[in-house]
């Protein structure tokens, strides 16, 4: 496996504002992804992020509302922009390890919108 | 794209009993079925998987079966221990998405 964290941990914000979520793992990994877990709710993927080019968005995500950065095979961020209350939930990276990308989850950041 | 079901959504059994969840899958060309036990407050945990080449896995008390046929795979729990108690996701990687979709999630609930 490998060690990931993420920052911030949680974070209350008010809507309109922006918020970018980092996320760090102890070696280089070829393939991270960002998911939402809303309340109760299962894990909806909201990207690919790709080393070197623009992320893969899942249907229903839109890099406007969501840009990610990918600058190297160990970071990665996420933002959330012009949030509103909607937006409120857990927001989880992820690493893929091996030839079935075994996803291993960072801890996760807890965002509410206010 | 991949849809994955998972029934039930939550289960309660009693400390030492049995717990069985299951998952079926549309998309027949998914290779990689995995199962995550989230705690409450924590991130997903992978606790076990199977491949498409294998019909059943073990470890310890958990243990995973797949049905390529029925396009279905099952988490099986046995002499559950409070520590059990968890939410749990199964979900399938596509050969052709490179992704993971998962499940609704199955809340358990071992009383003692």
């Known amino acids: 496996s490998a060690v990931i964290s993420q920052k911030p941990s949680r974070d209350i914000c008010q809507r309109g504002t922006s918020l970018t979520i980092q996320c760090q793992v102890d070696s280089q990994v070829t393939m991270m992804f960002w998911y939402r877990q809303q309340p109760g709710q299962s894990l909806t993927l909201i990207a690919t992020?790709?080393?070197?080019?623009?992320?893969?968005?899942e249907s229903g995500f839109v890099i406007d509302k969501f840009p990610i950065s990918r600058p190297n095979l160990t970071f990665s961020t996420l933002t959330v922009s012009n949030m509103s209350p909607e937006d409120s939930s857990i927001y989880l990276c992820?690493?893929?390890?091996?030839?079935?990308?075994?996803?291993?989850f960072g801890p996760g950041t807890r965002l509410t919108v206010l | 794209g991949e849809n994955v079901e998972q029934h039930p959504s939550t289960l309660s059994v009693q400390e030492g009993d049995s717990a069985v969840i299951k998952c079926t899958y549309s998309?027949?060309?998914?290779?990689?079925f995995p199962w995550y036990k989230q705690e409450l407050g924590k991130r997903p945990q992978l606790i076990i998987d199977?491949?498409?080449?294998?019909g059943e896995k073990k470890d310890q008390r958990i243990a995973v079966t797949l049905n390529k046929t029925a396009k279905h795979f099952s988490l099986h729990i046995t002499e559950t221990q409070p520590e059990d108690s968890a939410v749990y996701f199964c979900a399938a990687y596509g050969a052709a998405g490179n992704k993971l979709t998962f499940g609704g999630g199955t809340r358990v609930l071992v009383k003692p």
């Open positions: 992820s690493v893929g390890l091996g030839a079935y990308n075994e996803q291993f």
């Open positions: 992020a790709n080393q070197g080019s623009e992320a893969t968005y």
């Open positions: 199977i491949r498409s080449n294998v």
């Open positions: 998309d027949s060309a998914s290779n990689y």
